[in-house]
């Protein structure tokens, strides 16, 4: 891994993501390596040629001027790397700007594929509500393996439950969405009990993670070659439209409620957790129309 350190003037961005008006990246780079992550356009913008995934910038930034500003906004840690990736356990980053931002009244939101998160309980706690979000979109250690270096499945599992039973908001964020590989009932009926949320994002391939993936399918599981075809090179969104259907009509059997493009803080009346589907729905549901 290369590492490098970085001087820069703030850790914290604003945000045109529509659940979070900040965000914090405390490293360009993520030593998860997933082969399928759609950060590696950062490479673009930061003037690195290396593999993504082969090399982490450190940054440092001076210490936070009045906190107390971010009073009241929503900022999301870990949106282009991972604040728990390997390196954050000698760095500490994620940690310092927790440390910085402690007392104040953010919404903060974590996402991360590390049980390494579990270090910063404490921390995380004196947050006013905070939510935590672990990825996870297999249950099969060995396709994990194949796609990450994070923590193993069970690890995430085990990290749900400990911050649920400390009283913080849990998401299981099924993210991304394999196609064919991804059993997103299998994997809610596995963290039911101890999330709030239940984020689904579908895969999304283009740049040149595109190659790797379906190369990676061709090899591993070629009886899915013809349905990646159709999905990702015809752009056939039959398959996001019928699981759409399938998770609404698990929903309203179970008693789920099922949302669309919500915000994450929305307020759960169940001890059930409530679904959001972060996948193309406006797509999906135009096509849906379409195709009628
Ligand atoms: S954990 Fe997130 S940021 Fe890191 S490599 Fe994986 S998808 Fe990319």
């Not at 390196?87 to 007392?103: A, D, P, S």
Request: aromatic fraction near 12%.
């Amino acid at each position: 891994m290369l590492i490098n350190h970085k001087d820069v003037k703030s850790v914290i961005s604003k945000s045109n993501l529509p659940i979070a008006g900040f965000t914090v990246n405390p490293y360009v780079g993520c030593a998860h390596a997933c082969k399928y992550c759609y950060a590696d356009f950062m490479k673009r913008f930061t003037g690195h040629k290396e593999q993504w995934g082969s090399f982490v910038d450190v940054k440092h930034w001076p210490q936070i001027k009045n906190p107390q500003k971010y009073s009241g906004k929503t900022i999301i840690v870990g949106s282009v790397t991972d604040g728990y990736h390997q390196c954050e356990r000698e760095f500490e980053r994620t940690r310092e700007f927790l440390k910085e931002l402690k007392g104040v009244d953010v919404n903060l939101i974590i996402t991360t594929k590390s049980s390494l998160i579990l270090r910063d309980l404490d921390l995380i706690k004196k947050f006013p509500d905070p939510i935590v979000s672990i990825s996870i979109n297999t249950l099969d250690e060995e396709f994990k393996s194949d796609m990450d270096n994070a923590s193993p499945i069970s690890e995430r599992l085990e990290t749900l439950k400990r911050f649920h039973d400390e009283g913080i908001k849990t998401v299981c964020f099924i993210s991304p969405i394999f196609p064919g590989i991804t059993d997103v009932f299998e994997i809610i009926g596995e963290v039911i009990g101890y999330v709030d949320y239940i984020w689904l994002e579908n895969l999304n391939l283009r740049g040149g993670y595109k190659k790797v993936i379906l190369d990676y399918i061709s090899e591993k599981y070629p009886d899915l070659e013809m349905l990646y075809e159709d999905i990702y090179k015809f752009k056939n969104m039959d398959y996001w439209r019928e699981l759409d259907a399938k998770v609404e009509k698990f929903a309203l059997e179970n008693d789920y409620m099922y949302v669309i493009d919500e915000e994450p803080f929305l307020i759960n009346p169940s001890d059930k957790p409530i679904i959001i589907n972060y996948f193309y729905h406006e797509k999906i549901r135009q096509s849906s129309k379409n195709s009628k």
